[in-house]
């Protein structure tokens, strides 16, 4: 019976997975050639490492939350060692390993020796390895320039098509596939699993429970330190912010592949189909050009179908209903599937439908060639790059091209690389990419280049030889100084401010932060920077430390705050506090700030124009794409914008803007 | 379990002396309630996950329904629906979605945190295709403080947020339905034999964790006067580290509101602390685990001094 449940949902994945294959052969332009195949396997390789060392730990009825904090710690360490202390490369990556060994073998103590519950140790470790992270490196820290060599592993190809990283992972998995399924090991924690499923205890059948529960927490851990060698090889550059918010999707793809979470099912099989289901879909939908929304909406109703046909299985039926029941819930699988399609399909045909229309301008003798012009912001979410992308679209529908515009849903440099991935699949004229992390993404930009794509940087640049232009805004330097020269005018020459930035760990603030400091200590020596809080670009938390930092520091007379949300939340603060003595400062958009600014609390806001900047992304490409911006050009036509001069391969738009209550109204983005 | 709550009360004590005799002016009445207002909402999401995790089962999507439920809420009262209204559809909006994570679980049979995973990331990922990540902007200036001065405003979330803890902490001890949840959570077969509707109390629970949720959403709304569409990131992690603090067992079944209280006020008070204290903010999420084990550890420690005393 439940070998059979086993195969059943098996099967049921494989079904969703052919039918996600079907979909996307239709709507994905070279979804099907082996090249994207290879892309799909290299990109699912961190996640899978994950997905495989989650197996064994949720077959015991465990979990592990630590997975992907572990890659931080790991890449930290890993960075750390090679750089500054100058270890040889492969002792830096043992060291690692046995950080990872050591974490898995702290989680394993606690549950084993200390009683404590798998959910609550690890979510205390998730913390505790990211925090450590982060306290090593101060967040800023940012270890690149490995040797090829290191870098092979993530980026090279064996024999120019297979991905290195997929020989290490066909390893782990046939480790993990012999761990569980061909091993005494693998028999114990199935032992262990289906008692604590049945409130049993595994130990009265003479299992030694806490060593083998202790060995699958310790192979999760070494499992996570592979995996984040593989990613830091991958991207060029270790930071504390590896593999944030892989746990969840790792944990998706085991339970998706049939394992129960209460313990006892699970397969490497089923894992590696619940992997390929995920990771298919994220590639189809980015090759598709569709929003990458999708991929967690569908991914849930998939996950929760299969999950809830498997347990009705699971409650007793009469033997002659057994066949009935397969098939009406295969009807209802293959019903949800088909659904999930017809809003693919339906959106992708609105998608195009809603940009057909558009090449009304013009006479019909002139009519542009319409290019595909794909654009990509740091990450979709943000405030500032919500109101850049209506610059962008403005521009496409004026000058009758074809806007495809995805990114990451958060800061995330390796979905950066994805993309790009998807979009050299697709085959599309131009790639226009506002840069997290440069070493990491110039590898994928020089490929597109070097198949005749056309590549632009925007907003943060790449190496420089991975790139045709640069649309350059203002410089971090630009930036930078502008905010300390505004901190200046405010304070009136002298006195003590406080910074609030997004991420700790965020390089853009990063860097504007070091400019800052720059400034201050070169022109504004009376200046005094007390600290700097992060409010992880949440308004609410930016609101809290605002509040603290005014009481801690009553002297304090200005808070710059210098991510988007960051803003209101600090001047909502200085609000209620009825503080007239302190201002706030910093870069943000004209909306979300005209309350404040009108108010007197917030003096100025500083911002280049997001919407000329989308403008100018998208009036570029389709020069570069066209010809008529050609190397060794000193200006291009802006179009609205009038003359852009170009210096070198920068298209330059000009200084930031400063929004004071004079000209805010000016600006509605 | 009582031995996690009483090592946090203990940890809670040295944190109070060390802020007393480091950083008096910590106590001040103005920092003191900024900081309840502030984590007022986190407390009601607190009670309900307590419910929730003493009923056995976990909820993660209450972060992501937190935000879904805000954006209502600004959207209602934006599109001219005076607030009470507003607060009773965003209420009803709520319970609905903790309806169908209930439905997930009992009807269909998906593990808790199976089902309220694929609910998390669902709702925030529907959130974000449909506002692509745009805040509410230009409401009504009666919607910041529900439009009280600010001190009634904060005065009212306070009461609001005190009494519904105080309501569900009575219910939970004195009544019928508050001990059937512990019932459920320490033995479900046994709850079914005697006569208790598992599958309903378990629905039940789902139901108010949603409730809950959104009226913390609108009392955390009330405060700005624009609603940011990506509000509650972490808040699932934030609760449920709260009620496992505060000695409540994942394992369901034991454990209660007061540790609860605890638990949140712990971690209330950690990041204004760290602030106060100077210590550098890049240490924060380390010291945050740090507490979590530290509990863990602790609670195992005394149970064997315990042992040893008897």
Redesign the interface.
């Known amino acids: 019976m439940l070998v059979e449940n086993r195969a059943g949902s098996e099967r049921a994945l494989a079904l969703v997975i052919a039918l996600e294959i079907l979909i996307f052969a239709f709507t994905g332009p070279n979804f099907l050639s082996t090249g994207n195949a290879f892309e799909i396997v290299r990109l699912g390789v961190e996640l899978g490492l994950l997905a495989l060392a989650l197996s064994p730990i949720i077959v015991t009825g465990g979990?592990d939350l630590s997975v992907g904090s572990m890659m931080g710690l790991c890449a930290v360490v890993f960075g750390f060692l090679w750089r500054d202390l100058h270890v040889p490369i492969v002792f830096a990556g043992l060291a690692a390993l046995a950080t990872g060994v050591a974490g898995g073998a702290l989680n394993a103590l606690?549950i084993t020796?200390?009683?404590?519950?798998p959910?609550?140790?690890t979510?205390?470790?998730?913390?505790?390895?990211?925090?450590?992270a982060?306290?090593l490196t101060?967040?800023v820290e940012n270890f690149s320039q490995f040797p090829p060599a290191f870098l092979y592993i993530g980026q090279g190809y064996l024999g120019g098509i297979i991905p290195a990283q997929a020989l290490v992972f066909v390893v782990f998995a046939a480790f993990f596939w012999l761990l569980l399924h061909r091993s005494i090991y693998g028999r114990a924690l199935r032992a262990i699993g289906f008692a604590a499923a049945g409130n049993g205890d595994a130990r009265w059948a003479g299992i030694p429970v806490a060593r083998r529960l202790a060995l699958s927490y310790t192979l999760s851990g070494f499992t996570a330190a592979a995996a984040s060698l593989i990613y830091v090889a991958h991207l060029g550059q270790a930071r504390s912010d590896a593999g944030t918010g892989y746990e969840?999707l790792a944990?998706?793809a085991v339970?998706l592949g049939g394992a129960?979470?209460?313990g006892g099912r699970g397969s490497i099989w089923g894992t590696l189909l619940g992997l390929t289901a995920i990771v298919v879909l994220q590639n189809g939908l980015r090759v598709s050009a569709l929003?990458v929304?999708?991929?967690?909406?569908l991914?849930?109703?998939i996950?929760?179908v299969t999950?809830?046909i498997s347990?009705?299985r699971?409650?007793p039926a009469p033997e002659a209903e057994e066949d009935q029941m397969k098939n009406s819930q295969l009807a209802v699988l293959s019903a949800v599937i088909i659904a999930g399609s017809l809003i693919v399909a339906g959106s992708n045909w609105w998608l195009v439908r809603s940009i057909r229309p558009a090449p009304a301008t013009g006479s019909a003798a002139a009519a542009p060639i319409r290019h595909t012009i794909a654009v990509m912001p740091k990450a979709?979410?943000?405030?500032y790059?919500?109101s850049t992308?209506l610059g962008a679209e403005a521009a496409a529908k004026e000058l009758g091209q074809d806007l495809i515009w995805d990114g990451p849903?958060d800061l995330d440099p390796a979905r950066q690389n994805e993309v790009v991935e998807a979009w050299i699949t697709r085959g599309v004229d131009t790639i226009a990419v506002a840069v997290i992390n440069a070493p990491g993404i110039s590898t994928v930009l020089r490929k597109a280049r070097a198949k005749g794509i056309k590549v632009l940087t925007w907003d943060a640049d790449a190496q420089p030889d991975a790139r045709d232009f640069f649309v350059n805004q203002a410089t971090p330097q630009g930036i930078g100084e502008t905010l300390a020269d505004e901190a200046n005018r405010i304070l009136g020459g002298s006195g003590d401010f406080a910074i609030i930035t997004g991420a700790?760990t965020a390089a853009n603030q990063n860097e504007w932060i070091r400019y800052i400091k720059a400034r201050i200590a070169d022109k504004y020596p009376k200046l005094n920077l007390i600290?700097?809080?992060?409010s992880?670009?949440?308004?609410?938390r930016a609101?809290?430390?605002a509040?603290?930092?005014m009481?801690?520091y009553p002297k304090m007379r200005l808070i710059m705050a210098i991510s988007a949300?960051a803003v209101?939340g600090a001047a909502?603060a200085v609000k209620?506090s009825g503080r007239q003595d302190v201002k706030v400062t910093g870069l943000s958009l004209p909306?979300?700030c005209k309350?404040y600014v009108k108010a007197g609390i917030a003096d100025s806001v500083v911002l280049w124009n997001t919407l000329d900047l989308g403008y100018l992304v998208v009036n570029a490409s389709r020069q570069a794409a066209d010809g008529t911006l050609k190397a060794g050009a000193t200006s291009m036509d802006g179009g609205r914008l009038g003359t852009i001069g170009v210096e070198g391969s920068q298209v330059v738009l000009g200084k930031p803007l400063v929004f004071t209550k004079e000209n805010i109204d000016k600006f509605d983005f | 379990m009582k031995q996690r709550a009483t090592a946090i009360a203990i940890f809670w004590a040295l944190l109070l002396t060390t802020m007393a005799l480091r950083a008096p002016s910590f106590f001040e009445f103005g920092n003191l309630r900024d900081i309840a207002v502030t984590n007022a909402s986190a407390l009601i999401v607190a009670t309900g996950m307590t419910l929730v995790i003493i009923a056995g089962e976990i909820d993660v999507s209450v972060g992501s329904q937190f935000a879904v439920a805000s954006v209502i809420a600004g959207t209602l009262v934006k599109a001219g629906l005076p607030l009470p209204l507003t607060a009773l559809i965003t209420l009803f909006a709520g319970a609905c979605f903790g309806a169908l994570n209930g439905f997930l679980v009992t009807t269909l049979g998906v593990p808790s945190i199976v089902a309220t995973l694929a609910a998390m990331a669902f709702w925030r990922e529907l959130l974000r295709w449909i506002t692509q990540g745009a805040w509410v902007q230009g409401l009504p200036a009666s919607f910041q403080w529900m439009g009280l001065s600010q001190a009634h405003g904060e005065l009212a979330i306070l009461a609001a947020s005190a009494a519904l803890f105080g309501a569900f902490a009575w219910a939970m001890r004195h009544l019928h339905c508050g001990r059937a949840v512990y019932a459920v959570g320490s033995n479900r077969e046994s709850a079914r034999l005697a006569g208790l509707p598992v599958p309903l109390i378990t629905f039940s629970v789902f139901t108010l964790m949603g409730a809950l949720t959104a009226v913390a959403a609108v009392l955390d709304s009330v405060r700005f006067s624009q609603v940011q569409s990506s509000a509650g990131a972490g808040l699932e992690l934030k609760a449920i580290s709260a009620v496992v603090i505060g000695g409540t067992a994942i394992t369901g079944g034991t454990g209660g509101l007061w540790g609860t209280l605890l638990g949140a006020s712990v971690l209330a008070v950690i990041a204004p602390a760290l602030t106060f204290l100077g210590i550098n903010a890049f240490w924060e999420k380390a010291i945050q685990g740090g507490i979590i084990l530290g509990a863990i550890v602790l609670e195992r420690v005394s149970k064997r001094g315990g042992r040893r005393a008897r």
């Open positions: 979990i606690l020796r200390f009683g404590g519950a959910l609550i140790v979510l205390g470790t998730y913390s505790l390895f990211r925090g450590i982060e306290g101060r967040g969840l944990i998706t339970v129960s979470i209460a929003p929304e999708l991929a967690g909406i991914t849930s109703a996950l929760v999950i809830a347990q009705l699971f409650t979709k979410g943000d405030p790059f919500v992308r849903a700790l600290t700097i809080r992060p992880d670009d949440d308004r609410n609101f809290s430390e509040q603290t930092l009481k801690v949300p209101p909502e209620q909306n979300m309350p």
